[in-house]
């Protein structure tokens, strides 16, 4: 089996993979376009991307991209993020100038940035940012990243756990082109909808649902095709297996429009 993933090895999507299928050749991807393409093209058998972060919310690059593909949501997993400052070997953090990762990384530590007066420089990946500073050279400059990609690239730890909130949690989500069938445990599903454009239509439409047994755990608006109109993005948490799927969405809520299933899959457990 081939998986694949964004970033170079060592990222944080990296060590989800592993952790997920040990067994499988892993293959990274320099964006969430590419990742998506090589998934549509057959050239990996699943996809195992971030798509939201308990600081800074929903991964859009991935989220948008769910209801422009057709793949499916099989499986989640939590992963907790602690990333650490890294530079060359004899640099100081008090010489630093600019931080070199990921813009999700960069995001998750956007308060320390700004306090240390850095400037951030976003980068594709956060186990490549520590590669290319170290190839560089500048001691002035730093990346954010797991901390175990200084040994792997000759960098120096700074500074652990350099983050805003020490919660920091990413929430993975594993795709497949194939289709997806509902297990006894599936206990949760992610669904994108359109609702009129009328007072109230989008409370109506969680009211329905909320009295059909389900538990929203996540809602996002994003732009749908046309002009000025919104699609959402949600997830739930209702009771497991294909009757709980069907106590909630059959049939479909007359409040909900467009409505597409993107996965139902056992929901990970909170680290």
């Given at each position: 089996?081939r998986i694949g993933y964004q970033g170079e090895g060592?990222?944080?999507?990296?060590?989800?993979?592993?952790?997920?299928?040990?067994?499988?050749?892993?293959?990274?991807?320099?964006?969430?376009?590419?990742?998506?393409?090589?998934?549509?093209?057959?050239?990996?058998?699943?996809?195992?991307?971030?798509?939201?972060?308990?600081?800074?919310?929903?991964?859009?690059?991935?989220?948008?991209?769910?209801?422009?593909?057709?793949?499916?949501?099989?499986?989640?997993?939590?992963?907790?993020?602690?990333?650490?400052?890294?530079?060359?070997?004899?640099?100081?953090?008090?010489?630093?100038?600019?931080?070199?990762?990921?813009?999700?990384?960069?995001?998750?530590?956007?308060?320390?940035?700004?306090?240390?007066?850095?400037?951030?420089?976003?980068?594709?990946?956060?186990?490549?940012?520590?590669?290319?500073?170290?190839?560089?050279?500048?001691?002035?400059?730093?990346?954010?990243?797991?901390?175990?990609?200084?040994?792997?690239?000759?960098?120096?730890?700074?500074?652990?756990?350099?983050?805003?909130?020490?919660?920091?949690?990413?929430?993975?989500?594993?795709?497949?082109?194939?289709?997806?069938?509902?297990?006894?445990?599936?206990?949760?599903?992610?669904?994108?909808?359109?609702?009129?454009?009328?007072?109230?239509?989008?409370?109506?439409?969680?009211?329905?649902?909320?009295?059909?047994?389900?538990?929203?755990?996540?809602?996002?608006?994003?732009?749908?095709?046309?002009?000025?109109?919104?699609?959402?993005?949600?997830?739930?948490?209702?009771?497991?297996?294909?009757?709980?799927?069907?106590?909630?969405?059959?049939?479909?809520?007359?409040?909900?429009?467009?409505?597409?299933?993107?996965?139902?899959?056992?929901?990970?457990?909170?680290?």
């Amino acid at each position: 089996m081939r998986i694949g993933y964004q970033g170079e090895g060592l990222s944080y999507s990296d060590q989800v993979a592993i952790r997920l299928f040990p067994e499988a050749r892993r293959v990274g991807f320099g964006s969430f376009a590419r990742a998506f393409q090589a998934l549509g093209h057959g050239d990996v058998d699943r996809l195992v991307l971030p798509i939201e972060n308990s600081t800074i919310g929903s991964i859009l690059p991935v989220l948008d991209r769910l209801a422009r593909h057709d793949v499916s949501i099989i499986g989640e997993h939590l992963i907790e993020v602690r990333h650490a400052l890294i530079g060359l070997p004899g640099s100081t953090i008090d010489g630093i100038e600019e931080v070199w990762s990921h813009p999700q990384a960069l995001a998750q530590a956007d308060d320390r940035i700004e306090q240390a007066g850095w400037n951030p420089i976003p980068f594709y990946d956060t186990a490549g940012a520590v590669r290319a500073v170290v190839e560089r050279g500048d001691p002035s400059v730093g990346a954010l990243a797991p901390r175990h990609t200084a040994r792997r690239h000759g960098g120096k730890v700074l500074q652990e756990d350099f983050l805003d909130r020490d919660h920091n949690t990413t929430r993975f989500v594993i795709l497949a082109a194939d289709g997806w069938e509902v297990s006894e445990d599936a206990n949760k599903t992610s669904m994108v909808f359109e609702t009129a454009h009328s007072p109230g239509s989008l409370a109506l439409a969680l009211t329905e649902l909320g009295l059909r047994g389900a538990n929203l755990t996540h809602l996002q608006s994003r732009p749908a095709d046309e002009a000025w109109k919104y699609r959402f993005y949600a997830d739930m948490i209702h009771n497991p297996g294909p009757q709980g799927v069907k106590d909630v969405l059959e049939p479909r809520p007359a409040t909900l429009a467009a409505l597409r299933v993107l996965g139902t899959y056992p929901a990970a457990e909170v680290p």
